[in-house]
């Protein structure tokens, strides 16, 4: 009986040239941020991934996660934003299919809205973005951030994933049509579970579509116990803008 030898390659993907850059999927590349000032303040400066399948070109587009750390990551050192959440194993993930930007946020400073938007649509400009299919998910500051960016810009993500963060009750009734999964830790002693209880119940008494999850006997680190999870990856990409 002949032996049948089978040889399994794998490839590593290639590297796509965007503006003259050479970019490689998989991996994330820190990047400038355009010198756009808004407010006198520059761009923010952040982490590009582009997934492993990612193709430079108008036939394909992918969908958009916008991450945002909490305060302990301010600086001017993008590898701190690695510290918590998506970004310290992305790399590592089979299969992630978003496109996905990590700013960083300057010390002293609190997410603002207006440079996170020249941020997206930086992303959309230059990365084959499917404009239905963005997301925002953010972790203690960065969870006040996503529900701010979401208000200040309805109708402009198809879902956002806040954690042990919180918002302004009266910018809730700009999140009725956009998908909200909050998470929060029961014992968090930083930014209490109420903060993220009372947008979730005024967003729904108002009409929207907003839920909880409580993590029982969790502190401040709930994010330690979310991004892991494939099944909130699922469900930002079972939402999509009509």
Same mark, same amino acid.
């Given at each position: 009986m002949k032996k049948i030898l089978i040889f399994i390659v794998i490839l590593a993907p290639f590297n796509v040239s965007i503006n003259g850059q050479d970019l490689k999927p998989g991996t994330q590349i820190p990047q400038p941020g355009k010198g756009i000032f808004i407010k006198k303040a520059q761009a923010y400066p /952040?982490?590009? /991934?582009?997934?492993?399948?990612?193709?430079a070109d108008h036939q394909h587009s992918y969908p958009l996660l916008l991450f945002l750390h909490g305060s302990g990551e301010r600086g001017n050192d993008l590898e701190l934003v690695k510290?918590?959440?998506?970004?310290?194993?992305v790399e590592s993930m089979e299969d992630f299919p978003f496109v996905m930007l990590?700013? %960083?946020?300057?010390e002293e400073e609190t997410w603002d809205s207006e440079r996170l938007m020249a941020l997206v649509n930086e992303a959309i400009e230059n990365y084959s973005i499917d404009t239905n299919r963005m997301y925002v998910t953010g972790l203690s500051m960065g969870g006040y951030g996503t529900f701010d960016l979401a208000s200040n810009y309805p109708g402009k993500f198809a879902a956002i994933l806040p954690v042990c963060g919180g918002g302004q009750e009266l910018k809730a009734e700009k999140l009725i049509k956009t998908p909200i999964w909050a998470f929060h830790g029961a014992d968090d002693p930083v930014v209490p579970v109420s903060e993220s209880k009372n947008m979730v119940e005024i967003v729904n008494k108002l009409g929207g579509?907003? %839920?909880i999850t409580i993590l029982p006997g969790v502190g401040h680190n709930?994010?330690? =116990?979310? =991004?892991?999870?494939?099944?909130? /990856? %699922?469900?930002?990409?079972?939402? %999509?803008?009509?």
């Open positions: /952040y982490l590009l /991934y582009l997934p492993k399948n990612f193709v510290k918590n959440g998506t970004p310290g194993f990590s700013p %960083q946020c300057p579509n907003a %839920q709930a994010w330690d =116990y979310v =991004y892991n999870r494939a099944e909130i /990856y %699922q469900w930002l990409l079972s939402h %999509q803008l009509k």
